[in-house]
């Protein structure tokens, strides 16, 4: 491989990752794909993490880069979002169209250049927030359709939220350590039923807190009298 391929291969790492992370998505169309739905998620949220991390570590970032990834993304969450709703189906496939709606909504503010990116909570807050129902309704032995409908509606809200989200749990791990650290605890709960509720409960308080913070914040300016 000469210099000039090399580079290449080097300035794409990141996109590579990014693309490793949709393909293992076949697997869910299979005769008993949904089987497969929680390592899928937990595989998808490590590689969005891993092209995020090689794009500042290698200092590969582009903006190519960046709308693959929210492509990707987008791809893998309304997928994931309408499976999951069709298998349930009734008031959960309803509140799971409106949900994959305001993924497609996201993605496309994101792409416009203009907009501001850090707005409204993570479509990957929605599927770790979907893992932790799917994990704790199986564990407990009850049905998860009420949940469900209820997480979609909300992520509906938050995900289009005209303010930050500052206190989400992943947004604050700045450093790989941090990001890795996170991934493990995902993975912790879903191979150790026994903390699951703990950990379950500290994602979902920091994005509860984000919420209620980042809206007063936003009606106070809202409020304010211009100058």
């Given at each position: 491989?000469?210099?000039?391929?090399?580079?290449?291969?080097?300035?794409?790492?990141?996109?590579?990752?990014?693309?490793?992370?949709?393909?293992?998505?076949?697997?869910?169309?299979?005769?008993?794909?949904?089987?497969?739905?929680?390592?899928?998620?937990?595989?998808?949220?490590?590689?969005?993490?891993?092209?995020?991390?090689?794009?500042?570590?290698?200092?590969?970032?582009?903006?190519?880069?960046?709308?693959?990834?929210?492509v990707c993304d987008t791809v893998v969450h309304v997928t994931v979002i309408?499976?999951?709703?069709?298998?349930?189906?009734?008031?959960?496939?309803?509140?799971?169209?409106?949900?994959?709606?305001?993924?497609?909504?996201?993605?496309?503010?994101?792409?416009?250049?203009?907009?501001?990116?850090?707005?409204?909570?993570?479509?990957?807050?929605?599927?770790?927030?979907?893992?932790?129902?799917?994990?704790?309704?199986?564990?407990?032995?009850?049905?998860?359709?009420?949940?469900?409908?209820?997480?979609?509606?909300?992520?509906?809200?938050?995900?289009?939220?005209?303010?930050?989200?500052?206190?989400?749990?992943?947004?604050?791990?700045?450093?790989?350590?941090?990001?890795?650290?996170?991934?493990?605890?995902?993975?912790?709960?879903?191979?150790?039923?026994?903390?699951?509720?703990?950990?379950?409960?500290?994602?979902?308080?920091?994005?509860?807190?984000?919420?209620?913070?980042?809206?007063?914040?936003?009606?106070?300016?809202?409020?304010?009298?211009?100058?």
């Amino acid at each position: 491989m000469d210099e000039v391929q090399r580079n290449v291969v080097y300035r794409n790492l990141a996109n590579v990752a990014s693309i490793l992370g949709v393909l293992p998505m076949a697997l869910l169309f299979m005769p008993d794909g949904y089987r497969f739905l929680i390592p899928f998620i937990l595989y998808n949220n490590v590689m969005d993490d891993l092209d995020g991390v090689l794009a500042g570590k290698l200092k590969i970032r582009s903006l190519f880069g960046a709308n693959l990834d929210n492509v990707c993304d987008t791809v893998v969450h309304v997928t994931v979002i309408l499976l999951v709703s069709a298998q349930f189906g009734g008031f959960v496939l309803a509140a799971g169209v409106i949900a994959a709606t305001a993924v497609i909504v996201r993605l496309t503010s994101r792409l416009d250049p203009e907009a501001s990116k850090s707005n409204g909570s993570p479509t990957n807050e929605l599927m770790r927030q979907l893992l932790f129902v799917l994990l704790l309704t199986n564990q407990f032995g009850v049905g998860p359709e009420i949940y469900l409908t209820i997480l979609f509606l909300v992520h509906s809200v938050t995900m289009i939220a005209p303010f930050m989200m500052s206190f989400l749990i992943r947004g604050m791990a700045r450093s790989a350590t941090a990001v890795a650290l996170v991934n493990v605890a995902l993975i912790g709960a879903w191979l150790f039923p026994s903390f699951t509720p703990y950990i379950a409960a500290i994602f979902i308080a920091s994005y509860f807190y984000s919420f209620a913070t980042g809206s007063l914040a936003w009606l106070r300016r809202g409020n304010q009298p211009p100058a």
